[in-house]
């Protein structure tokens, strides 16, 4: 009998605005991201510390965006956004500052 293997490509997820980095310009924000490829699942954090979910943790979603209330005191404002490859959750981190 032939092996079969499935082949394909992986590409991350990325939030596409804010522009990583950026200074944010109120207290509610809209992140958004473009899917990737073999993304099913995502999970977005926002936290004062890198990993922290202290902000706002939206739970398992398929959506590719969230609104969040953040502060306005000039923090730093670390946000993590999980997707899940293959039964794996990966992470990619970026980092904004609060208005």
Known sequence: LPIYRESG????????????GSTLTG?????????GVGPAEYRLLVGTS???????YSGVTTATSETVTVPTNG???????????????????YTYTAQ
């Open 75 to 93: 923090a730093k404002l670390y946000v993590r956004l999980y997707e899940m490859i293959n039964g794996v959750w990966r992470s990619t981190d």
């Open 9 to 20: 490509s992986y590409s991350a997820a990325k939030i596409t605005s804010p522009q990583n």
């Open 27 to 35: 207290s509610s924000v809209t992140f958004n991201w473009a899917g």
């Open 50 to 56: 890198l990993g922290s979910d202290s902000i706002y």
